[in-house]
C-alpha cells in the first residue's frame, strides 16, 4: 500500500469517526421514552389550577407539591401506575390521563400518582411502603399488567425519594423484604459523581477522578453526551437482536416463572400492608388492545388474572377488577419499531384520550361504590 493510499485511508478514517462522535455524542435523547414512538407523548396529570400530583422520578420539587397539596385530607387516593398511566397517544390541547380526569370528576378527594415506566409490583410495593411514610391514604389504585411481571427488581432513578430519605421496608419478614432493603442501601450509598470510602472520607483517587469528570464535563460536549453513545448503541443491539429472532411488539411474551412469582409474592405483600393499614385497594387487570390477538399465550394469560383474583380476594380491604377489554381498537396507537426495519408497530399498551375517558368511568364507578 502506498503512502498516498494510507494517507486517503487515515482522513477517511478521521471523517468517519467524526461523524460517530458528532451524531453518536451529541445531542439530547430520552431512552426511557424511546419505545412510545413519535405519536405517544408523556403527560402527568395536574390537580387544581396546575399543582403537580403526579410524580415519575420523585424530584424533591413534585414531592413537596404533593405533600403541601395532600395536608389534611382524609380521603387520599394513591394511584401507582406504569406508562399506560402517563402516557398519551395522539395528544391534542386540552387531552388529559385518566388519574386527572378522576380528580376533575371525584373532587372530594385528592389523587396522587406515582408512575413508572415498566413498573413491576416489586416497586409498586416499595414506593406504597415509602408514601405510607409521608401520608394516610384511604384508597390505592394497583394495576396489574402480566408485561410487568417479566421485570425485576429495583431502579434507582425512579425511586430518589425514598434514595433521599434513607427509606427502609419495615419490619422486615422475610428473605425479600432483605433483599430490598439491601438494594435500596446499595443506592443510598451511590453518588453521581464518583464514590466515597466505607469510612465516609473522600480518599484523593477519588477527588482527583471527581475534579477530572468535572473538568471534562465543563469543556467537551461528547464527555457531557456520553451517555447518549452507550444508550443507542443498546438500542441498537436491542433491535438486532429482535430482527434476528423475529421479535416485534406483536410476539407472545412468555411468563419468567421466577420472576413471575416473586412480583406476585410482592402483591400479597401490598394487600397485607394495605389490609393491616385499613386502606382499600382496588387491584385491576389494566386494558389491553384486543381488536387483535393479545401478545401472551391464552392459556397463561387467563391463569395470571385468576391467580390475582385468587390473591387479592384473600385480604377484606381488596377488591378485584378485570378491565382488560373495555377500551376498543380504534383508540389504541402504534409504537417505535422494536427491530430495524423502522416500521411502527402495534402498541398494546398506550391509548388514545378517549381511552384515558373509559378507564376513568370505570375507575370513577367502583371508587363511587367504596
Not at 292 to 315: G, S, W
Request: net charge negative; aromatic share 10%.
Amino acid at each position: 500500500m502506498s503512502p498516498k493510499t494510507e494517507i486517503t485511508i487515515l482522513i477517511l478514517a478521521a471523517i468517519a469517526a467524526g461523524i460517530i462522535l458528532k451524531f453518536g455524542f451529541g445531542g439530547e435523547r430520552d431512552f426511557e421514552n424511546a419505545a412510545l414512538g413519535t405519536l405517544t407523548v408523556q403527560y402527568q396529570a395536574a390537580g387544581p389550577e396546575g399543582v403537580k400530583v403526579h410524580t415519575i422520578k420523585q424530584p424533591e420539587s413534585e414531592i413537596a407539591s404533593m405533600l403541601s397539596h395532600a395536608q389534611g385530607s382524609d380521603a387520599l387516593v394513591l394511584v401507582l401506575g406504569n406508562s399506560q398511566t402517563h402516557s398519551i397517544n395522539q395528544k391534542e390541547k386540552g387531552h388529559v390521563v385518566y388519574p386527572e380526569l378522576l380528580q376533575n370528576r371525584l373532587p372530594d378527594r385528592i389523587f396522587l400518582t406515582n408512575s413508572l415506566p415498566n413498573a413491576n409490583l416489586q416497586e409498586f410495593y416499595t414506593i406504597l411502603n415509602w408514601w405510607n411514610d409521608q401520608l394516610d391514604f384511604k384508597t390505592v389504585l394497583i394495576p396489574v399488567f402480566m408485561d410487568d411481571l417479566r421485570e425485576d427488581g429495583l431502579r434507582k432513578d425512579f425511586l430518589k425519594g425514598l434514595v433521599r430519605d434513607e427509606h427502609t421496608i419495615e419490619p422486615e419478614l422475610d428473605e425479600l423484604d432483605t433483599e430490598w432493603n439491601q438494594i435500596l442501601a446499595s443506592f443510598q450509598n451511590t453518588q453521581e459523581e464518583g464514590t466515597v470510602s466505607s469510612e465516609g472520607i473522600e480518599t484523593p483517587q477519588e477527588r482527583s477522578e471527581k475534579y477530572i469528570t468535572s473538568w471534562l464535563s465543563d469543556r467537551s460536549e461528547m464527555w457531557r453526551n456520553r451517555p447518549n453513545a452507550r444508550g443507542d448503541l443498546f438500542m441498537k443491539l436491542y433491535q438486532w437482536r429482535n430482527q434476528l429472532f423475529g421479535i416485534n411488539a406483536s410476539t407472545k411474551r412468555k411468563i419468567i416463572p421466577a420472576r413471575y412469582d416473586k412480583n406476585l409474592t410482592a402483591l400479597s405483600k401490598i394487600l397485607n400492608f394495605c389490609q393491616e393499614r385499613g386502606i382499600n385497594c382496588v387491584v385491576y387487570i389494566p386494558p389491553i388492545r384486543t381488536d387483535v390477538e393479545v401478545p401472551y399465550d391464552l392459556n397463561e394469560y387467563a391463569l395470571f388474572k385468576e391467580e390475582v383474583q385468587q390473591i387479592t380476594e384473600m385480604t377484606q380491604t381488596s377488591q378485584f377488577h378485570d378491565l382488560d377489554g373495555i377500551i376498543p381498537g380504534k383508540y389504541w396507537g402504534l409504537k417505535a419499531s422494536t427491530n430495524t426495519d423502522a416500521e411502527p408497530e402495534l402498541d398494546f399498551m398506550h391509548f388514545q384520550f378517549r381511552g384515558h375517558e373509559i378507564l376513568a368511568d370505570s375507575l370513577e364507578q367502583i371508587l363511587r361504590r367504596q
